[in-house]
């Protein structure tokens, strides 16, 4: 019997449950822990409401959780509740698949400024995520500026702009909807400090702007290349570059018959936020050109109006007591998955935020193969027998994946019309849904 402790729910996490059954059927026990009482991770609280396509792969992990073989444990917080040695000694081999779910720093002057926020926290608050859900952000200002050009920022850019009847179908929050709906932003700037070549944007997500009911994209035509330099793109990005260019083409009278402009400005720099009464009023930005691909002052500044400022610049894990970490990439520091003897790392925690959610899938049989290959023949570990026991002596309350159905069968009961759940946005009431 080979036991496994994989630390998070999320996408990472349960392609490698799902991996670690293909391989050994039978002769496993794979606990999955996650802080929350709820599993899915990101799939949850990380993509878009209005995504729910994408969401819909929570069920291919439905399939690796129910059984035995594989066990959720949820409201479980690994370095608070159960420390890693202890799981290090209670199972053959402990994967960490805990994300980045934190903000990078925007490490410029005034970053700290009330309704200066980040993506981990802005799209928490309108996914419901329990330590992000009283964000409360102030969206009674006329100009939003997001700072970032990947699809984070196009998430957060394209949630802002969307009316009510935009959000039918989604999951977003109750209390997200009725900000949003109260909501006063005139302009939501997306600001890039280098150019159109060099956006993180993917098209599917880009040729969305495309249909907003009250938003249209601009870009300044002057920002764009000459046309036939787009040819040394990749096929992927040529085709988000086409479409700027499709964006730069929309003529004015288009523009003026939607109420919200969604202006992209690139070569932009983030040098300062600018504040008045402690809360933002601006953002200063220095001019960059592009050398060798990287962004380089020019000197000349201006200032964009900013009632809310959203940081989309990418995500860093949350350290671990006994984990080694790399401070620079802020993931575990990891020789391809590998970061301690029967210590293991997979998705974002792994490499960075980077890649879609299937990108986590090879990770999580390739890292299912390393322990495969590390592991001794026969175990002597406890697994979640002694797991139950210490969690029994702590007076841990563990939620066990039938307790997720009943939280699920509550959400789905709260569900406004035409919507697929209202979530559960506490602790606490999460855990009392499960009660019945
Ligand atoms: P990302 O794709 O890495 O984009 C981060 C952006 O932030 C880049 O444009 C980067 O510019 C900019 N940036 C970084 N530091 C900055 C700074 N100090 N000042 C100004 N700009 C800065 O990250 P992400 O948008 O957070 O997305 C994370 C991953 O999730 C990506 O792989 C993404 O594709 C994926 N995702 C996918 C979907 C979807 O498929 N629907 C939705 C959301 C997220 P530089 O390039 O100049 O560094």
Redesign the pocket.
């Known amino acids: 019997m080979r036991h496994i402790a994989i630390v998070g729910s999320g996408p990472a996490g349960y392609y490698t449950a799902e991996a670690a059954v293909k391989k050994w059927g039978e002769n496993a026990r794979i606990d999955v822990f996650d802080r929350l009482p709820v599993p899915f991770g990101l799939i949850r609280t990380g993509v878009a409401p209005d ?1 729910q396509s ?1 969401k819909a792969v929570a069920r291919r992990y439905e399939k690796t959780a129910v059984g035995d073989t594989v066990r959720f444990a949820g409201n479980v917080t690994v370095g608070k509740d159960i420390s890693i040695a202890e799981l290090r000694e209670l199972y053959d081999a402990v994967v960490l698949a805990t994300g980045a779910p934190s903000d990078r720093p ?1 490490n410029i002057e005034g970053a700290e400024t009330k309704n200066v926020v980040g ?1 981990a926290a802005f799209v928490g608050w309108y996914n419901g995520h329990p330590e992000f859900a009283a964000l409360d952000p102030d969206l009674s200002g006329r100009h939003a500026v997001v ?7 196009l ?1 957060v850019a394209r949630i802002l702009s969307k009316t009510e009847a935009e959000f039918a179908g989604s999951d977003i929050v109750a209390h997200a909807l009725a900000a949003l709906q109260a909501s006063k932003i005139e302009t939501v700037t997306i600001l ?3 150019g159109p070549h ?3 944007m ?1 098209p599917k ?1 880009l040729g969305e702007l495309l249909h907003l009911e009250r938003a249209s994209p601009r870009v300044d035509p002057a920002d764009l290349p000459p046309v036939e330099d787009d040819a040394i793109l990749e096929p992927g990005l040529r085709k988000s570059v086409t479409l700027l260019r499709e964006f730069a083409a929309i003529p004015e009278s288009i523009h003026g018959e939607k109420p919200l402009a969604l202006n992209f400005d690139f070569f932009a ?2 040098n300062a936020i600018v504040s008045e009464g402690g809360k933002v009023t601006a953002i200063e930005v220095e001019r960059t050109t592009v050398e060798a691909g990287r ?1 380089v002052g020019t000197g000349e500044v201006y200032r964009l109006p900013a009632d809310l400022v959203v940081t ?4 860093q894990t949350n350290t671990i007591e006994g984990v080694p970490f790399e401070e620079r990439a802020g993931r575990f520091a990891n020789d391809d998955g590998r970061i301690l003897p029967g210590l293991y790392c997979v998705g974002w925690a792994k490499r960075g ?4 959610i299937g990108t986590n899938r090879p990770d999580g049989y390739a890292v299912i193969d390393l322990v495969d290959q590390d592991f001794a023949s026969s175990s002597r570990k406890r697994g979640r027998e002694g797991f139950d026991e210490l969690a029994e002596a702590r007076g841990l309350d563990v939620v066990s994946f039938r307790d997720w159905q009943k939280i699920e069968e509550a959400e789905i009961a709260a569900a406004r019309e035409g919507a697929p759940r209202e979530k559960f946005v506490d602790v606490e009431s999460m855990i009392a849904a499960r009660s019945g």
């Open positions: 995504h994408i925007l993506s700072i970032g050009m990947g699809n984070v920022a998430d890039g400090r280098r060099q956006i993180m993917t997500e720099n983030p962004a989309c610049i990418g995500y935020p980077s890649g879609t």
